[in-house]
Structure formats: structure tokens, C-alpha cells
């Protein structure tokens, strides 16, 4: 048989209506069994692919998710999606990811864009900005994962994030506890997450009796161009004896400075475990996010809003875990 084969073809091929044809490659109970295996037979033989638009567009969805993240080479964000889409998948669904680079333009893209494709839901990474998501989105279900919109940003979709406050807290106070007396800090240039960062940062010092100081508090900007000066200048003119770094982006660019700078002790901490600290000479401690239920807690949630669930939106905070390498 030449040409695209329809359910037709399939149809004339088994002696049956087009209309038992469609009831028995959707698995219906009202086709007999083996009347469903014989049709299901006959449509592979003839290469038949059922039109996916076309049953999305009569059933009113597409099976489809949305994910929006800001940075796809990032270790913590290829791992995320990848938890999104195991538990996706496992759903019945499959994902349209679009990474933004931190861009609003870019996000608002994005969104117009998945919304286009229709898709039956989206999961968002915010990049930080003074978006009306509720007024783009309309009635399109929505997760935000891992950070949400700005303050005085009204958002009313649910939130999965991370205990950035107490993870931070309990990392800076640990590198207090190994001796640390001056603790500098190099933080996010992501506003939701560095605003948490460095409260947790604060009330470590202030719970050890430390006073908070502004010279040793640096932020990176975006591309981490100036992470390099900015160790330096927290490690050798401010003498920090302690260095608290807010992402795992942020720590390559000081572990590649470090050697040069020659320290005879360091307390290490930093957001963000990766696997190949352990190979490190400088001993770190570091906060273990747990990507795999941020990933499945966004879905969770976004499917019960995609099934009509009557719940109030709700924000999610799961822990992170401590590790000393």
C-alpha cells in the first residue's frame, strides 16, 4: 500500500466499520478481545499511525506538559527535567521543554508558545521577573518548581520548592562549627533564591553570634564573570576564613580560583551536591536538593489540576540534606 494509510484502510482490510476500528485501537470493552487483537494486528501490518491532533482536538487534550527552565546545561536543571519527565511518562504524557537563559523575553516566548501547542499544563522555573503568569495563562494549569515570581507578584498556582532558608542556615552554621569565625558569602543572581539564600546565611551568624557584615556579602552576576575577583576579594582582602557559595554554577568558578589563591585553611559550603566533590582536596559542605521529588511533586500536583481537583493552590517546601565531603 502506497501512500499515508487511514483508519479506513484498516477498516476495509479487517471487514469491520471505521467506527469499530477506532472503539478497538482505543482498547474499548466494547469490541470483543480478539476482534481488538485482530484489528490492532492488521493496523501494524499496514503501518498504520492513528492522528494524534485530531483525537487531541476531539477529546479537548493533548497529553502534552509544558517545561520552562532557565538553563539547561545546568547539572541541577537536566536532572530536574529529568525527574519531570519519569513521572510524566509514567502519567501518560509527554513533555515540550524550552529553556530561556534567564531571558524574560525568552519566557514570555515560551509561554506563548505552549500555549499554542496546547499543551494540557505547564511546570515553570521562573526567571525572575514582573510576569502577569495568571493573565497569560488564563485557565492553563501551572506548577511553578524550584522558584517562583518575585515578591508582590500574585501567583495563584501552586509552588514546589526547596527549604532554601533552612538548608543554607544549616550549611553556614556547620562551616561555623568546623571553626569558621568569618564567613563571607558569594550569592545568586536569581532574586527569588538569593533573597532565601541569604536569609538563611544571616540567621546562621546571627544564631553563633556573629554580626551580619555587607563587605563579605557578594552577589554574582549572572554569567558568574566576576565570581573569580569576587573570591578573592572575600577570601584574601576580606580575610574570610569561611566561604558560603549559593549555586553549583557559582562553585566551579571558585574551586577554579582557589588553587591560585594559596589559603592555608578554608571552610567550604555551597548549594547544590555534585557527585565529583568527593575528588575535591578542599573539604566541602554542601546542601543535597531532592531533584527527583521536586519533579514528581510538580507533576503530582499538576495532573490533579489538569483532573479538575477542587484544592486551594498551595506552596511545597521539601528539605534539603546536609553533606559533609
Known sequence: MTGKVTIKDVAKAAGVSEATVSRALSQSPRVKRDTRQKIQNIANNLGYHPNGLARSIRLQQTHTLGVIIPDILNDFFTRLIRAIEDA??????????VNTDESLAKEANALNLMLEKQVDGVIITSAGGPTDYAAIL????????????????ET?????LVDNVQGTQDIVAQLITQGAQRVGIINSAVSFTAAERLQGYQQ???????EPDPAIEATARTDNSNVPQMTRQLLVNQ????????DNTIMEGVLRKLPELALPTLQLG???DQDWFDFLPQPIVTARQPINQLGKTAIDRLLDRINGADMLPAEIRLAATTISR
Do not use: E, W
Open 88 to 97: 510524566a511518562g509514567k502519567a501518560g504524557y509527554d513533555v515540550l521543554i
Open 138 to 153: 488564563g485557565d492553563t494549569p501551572a506548577v511553578f518548581v524550584d522558584r517562583m515570581p518575585p515578591a508582590g507578584i
Open 156 to 160: 495563584p498556582f501552586d509552588r514546589v
Open 204 to 210: 546562621a551568624l546571627i544564631a553563633a553570634g556573629l
Open 239 to 246: 580575610k574570610c576564613d569561611g566561604l558560603f557559595v549559593a
Open 270 to 272: 555551597g548549594f547544590d
